[in-house]
C-alpha cells in the first residue's frame, strides 16, 4: 500500500485491510480485493524465470560491479504516480534495466551504464487482418528493430477505454521479423479474433542502456 501524507491522507494506491486502492479518470477510488487464481500459465512462468535469473545475477556480481549500480540510482531516477521522484536501489536498478534489455534480446549488462537518447514511438494507426494474417502499424517510421516491444490487448469491449491492466507483451525480439510473425503470435496468445472487434496496442522502444521509451497505446478494429 502507497500512502502520500498531507495534513492529512491526500493520495494513496495499493492493497490494505481487503481492499485496493487506486485511480482513474474519476479519481481516486477503492474497490474489493479480489485473489485471482494462479494458473502458472506459460507467460507467468517465463516472466517469473526471468525474474529469478536477473536475481542470481546480481547476487553473482563482484562488490565492485554492484557499487556501480548503487552509485548509478541518482542518474536513472523516475516520477511514481504521485508525481514525485523516486530511486530505485542499486538491485532493482539492475533488474529493471536488464529485463528490458533480455526482452529485446540484447546482452545482459555488470556494470551500471550511463543514460542514453530515448527514441520516441512516431504516431501510428495499427490494423490487424485477420484475412491477410498479418499486423501493419501503418507507419514506416515504425520497423521491426531489436529495440521495440509491443504489448497487445484481448478483445475490448466498446465502452473500454482504460486498457493499462489488460496490455499483455506479445513479443519484443523481432529483429529480421515480418507483419505475419505479429499477427502469428498474437492469435497464439489469444486465438481468432473476429472481424470487427476492438483492440489496443502499445509500443516502446529501449534503448542500449535498458531505459524505455515512454509507450504509445492505440486503439484499433480488427478487419
Not at 481487503?18 to 485471482?36: D, E, F, I, M, Q
Not at 540484447?106 to 501510428?124: C, E, H, N, R
Not at 507483451?169 to 529480421?176: R, T
Request: glycine fraction near 10%; avoid cysteine; hydrophobic fraction near 35%.
Amino acid at each position: 500500500m502507497k500512502i502520500k501524507w498531507g495534513s492529512i491522507v491526500v493520495n494513496g494506491s495499493g492493497k490494505l485491510g481487503g481492499h485496493v486502492y487506486s485511480k482513474n479518470r474519476g479519481g481516486n477510488y477503492v474497490r474489493t480485493l479480489a485473489t485471482p487464481s494462479n494458473p502458472q500459465t506459460p507467460f507467468q512462468q517465463a516472466g517469473r524465470a526471468v525474474f529469478s535469473s536477473l536475481t542470481q545475477g546480481w547476487s553473482a556480481l563482484s562488490n565492485a560491479q554492484r557499487e556501480t549500480w548503487n552509485n548509478a540510482v541518482s542518474n536513472f531516477e523516475r516520477t511514481d504516480q504521485f508525481g514525485d521522484v523516486r530511486q530505485l536501489s542499486g538491485k532493482g536498478l539492475y533488474i529493471s534495466l536488464n529485463k528490458e534489455l533480455l526482452l529485446v534480446g540484447k546482452s545482459q549488462l555488470t556494470v551500471a551504464p550511463t543514460p542514453g537518447p530515448i527514441q520516441f514511438v512516431p504516431d501510428y494507426t495499427p490494423v490487424l487482418s485477420t484475412s491477410a494474417g498479418t499486423v501493419d502499424f501503418g507507419n514506416p517510421a515504425i520497423t521491426l528493430s531489436e529495440g521495440l516491444v509491443y504489448a497487445v490487448t484481448p478483445v475490448l469491449t466498446q465502452g473500454t477505454s482504460f486498457v493499462k491492466n489488460k496490455l499483455r507483451i506479445m513479443s519484443a525480439q523481432l529483429d529480421g521479423k515480418d507483419d505475419a510473425f505479429l499477427h502469428d503470435v498474437i492469435i497464439d496468445r489469444y486465438g481468432p479474433v473476429p472481424v470487427g472487434a476492438r483492440m489496443a496496442v502499445k509500443l516502446y522502444y529501449v534503448n542500449d542502456a535498458g531505459q524505455r521509451s515512454p509507450g504509445l497505446t492505440k486503439f484499433f478494429d480488427v478487419v
